[in-house]
């Protein structure tokens, strides 16, 4: 078994054959998480979910480009559905609600991103601020419903430490970590897990990502690919569950251990955070 714990099925780019995708990877006994964005693709990542006895799962939660902050223009993805605009605010009820289906086995993706921003003080400042409101209530109710996160950080790493470490323990993974041995050691003192997907095989300024996997504990660390992005280099075109295997290949490769060692380890460690 191999489990992707980051996939993104419940995107447009998918509408067409997500069916044929999912099957071609259950067929390869290969599980696979949908993780959502905003209240449409969380409520997509639940429905195809439910289509499946076993081996799809979901993930719920607001994304922080997709809170309308009235501050900052961000453009829209056409890869993802767009049932309805950008939210104004985090609708709690609504999510607990879709939350309640077996098949969410976490909140996310969830965190902040400073990727898009104001350029007066004033207006980030204002910015930083509604998605740190934004994720404290998401935390809050995955701690109300007992689920891990799945956290996304972009160019916000030194904030979202700090308001984890001011906050009750949350359980939870780094998906698509991008940052320093430094920043590393810091999300692992917290207890949380690691996930590397296709982006390890790119070169990003002052990011090791080789070095990084060589000081991350294989039990702490989950196989993604964030499809249809970051497709490995050994394909081209739309990323899909599938393609998981290189970057365990990759990772197996640093660590100098078997690809079955790395698959079996992440595998687990997918059960345990996640209780599928």
Avoid at 30 to 43: A, E, P, R
Avoid at 128 to 149: F, G, I, S, W, Y
Avoid at 183 to 189: C, I, N, R, V
Avoid at 201 to 229: H, M, R, S, V
Wanted: hydrophobic share 40%; glycine share 6%.
């Amino acid at each position: 078994m191999i489990i992707d714990t980051h996939a993104h099925l419940n995107f447009n780019v998918f509408k067409d054959d997500v069916d044929q995708v999912i099957r071609r990877s259950l067929d390869k006994g290969l599980w696979i998480i949908n993780v959502g964005s905003q209240y449409s693709t969380s409520k997509r990542a639940v429905e195809i979910a439910e289509n499946y006895d076993k081996g799809v799962y979901a993930a719920i939660g607001l994304h922080p480009i997709n809170l309308e902050t009235d501050l900052v223009k961000i453009k829209v993805d056409p890869k993802e559905i767009q049932f309805q605009p950008k939210e104004k605010d985090f609708d709690y009820k609504k999510y607990k609600e879709l939350a309640q289906s077996p098949k969410v086995v976490a909140i996310g993706e969830i965190g902040l991103d400073y990727y898009w921003k104001p350029k007066t003080k004033a207006r980030l400042n204002l910015f930083k601020e509604k998605q740190k409101e934004l994720l404290l209530k998401q935390l809050e109710m995955a701690r109300e419903l007992n689920l891990p996160v799945i956290f996304h950080s972009r160019m916000a790493h030194k904030d979202l430490a700090e308001v984890l470490k001011s906050q009750t323990q949350n359980e939870g993974v780094m998906h698509s970590f991008v940052g320093t041995p430094e920043q590393l050691q810091e999300y692992l003192k917290m207890g949380f897990y690691i996930g590397f997907n296709g982006i390890i095989f790119k070169t990003i300024q002052g990011i090791d990502f080789k070095e990084n996997i060589k000081n991350a504990p294989l039990e702490k660390i989950l196989i993604e690919t964030d499809c249809p992005y970051l497709t490995p280099p050994q394909m081209e075109g739309r990323n899909e569950p599938l393609y998981v295997k290189y970057v365990a290949q990759r990772i197996a490769e640093i660590k100098s251990i078997s690809y079955e060692k790395v698959i079996e380890a992440t595998s687990q460690n997918a059960k345990d955070l996640f209780g599928i």
